[in-house]
């Protein structure tokens, strides 16, 4: 009796989990049927909505949680999908379908992101789990593809770059040496500058020197020719004196050819005769061969001997 009471009691909350389940799961499929309603018009914003309720009802529940994933992948919210794949992942009562739609559609968001290397290994996991499924090879031959492409983009914009590189290096050195030059220039000129200055500077002191020598030079040329003006005038007057005195020895020497004489004093006269007087001038040979001595008569000189005597 014990055990039918038992058994009774068990069938009743079998009966009445079966009852909630049923319930629960119509209440699921009716909700889940309204948002594939507004997931085929386009709204994916109203079916987000509908299925993200679920989920605050029923976090675990599988389908609602891939449902939702879907939709969120059409509105670009790769992120909030990826994260509801991915509990469906970790989720140890998840069936290998499930777990194949789950890791089918991480491929496609990461292929979507531009992610081409974890979307082939989702694939791969994908394929794994239903290694028939055309759809799965073809998108990993897709992501293949691209990343052979991506690869041969990545080279050729690696060498792009290094070419730029090279390139913006070229025109950094060019610049570089444009610089150098332009300082080398500069130096020159100054230098140029610094020659110029210098040379002036020696220029200026050699003309101030040269000026004070020409100062010099031309002050001895004023004393030179003071002293030539001086000689001059001394050569003339010397000249002026020679002229007059030789007009004087001229005047005499006519004087004395038209006969005029000398006087003499009176007392000559009356003291000396004449004879004397020419005896003193006109003496014989016999008396210069005597040795008697000249007698110099006192007062009989004359300052110059006349021929006509």
Known sequence: MKKIFILSGVLLFLIMLLVFLLIFTTKSLRYNNKALKYFNKGDFKTASEILNKQIRDNPNN?????????????????????????????????????KFVSYYNLGNTEFKQGNISEA????????????DDKDSKYNLEVALKKLNEKGSSQNQNKQQDKNKDQQNKKEQDLKK??????????DNKKQQQDLKDKKDKENNKNEGQNSKKEKELDKEKQNLDKQKQEISEKIKNLQSNKSQKNQKDQSAKNKQEKGDEP?????????????????????????????????KLKGYQMTQPQKDW
């Open 62 to 98: 599988n389908d609602i949680l891939i449902n939702s994933s879907g939709v969120d992948y059409k509105l670009n919210k790769f992120d909030e999908s990826k994260l509801k794949y991915n509990k469906v992942l970790s989720s140890s009562v998840s069936a290998p379908a499930d």
């Open 177 to 186: 040496q444009m610089e150098q030059n332009e300082k080398g220039q500069e």
């Open 120 to 131: 082939i290994n989702f694939y791969k996991e994908a394929i794994k789990i239903n290694p």
């Open 263 to 295: 006087k003499e004093s009176n007392r000559d006269k009356k003291d000396t005769p004449g004879s004397i007087l020419l005896n003193y001038y006109n003496e014989s040979e016999s008396d210069k061969n005597t040795n008697r001595p000249k007698k």
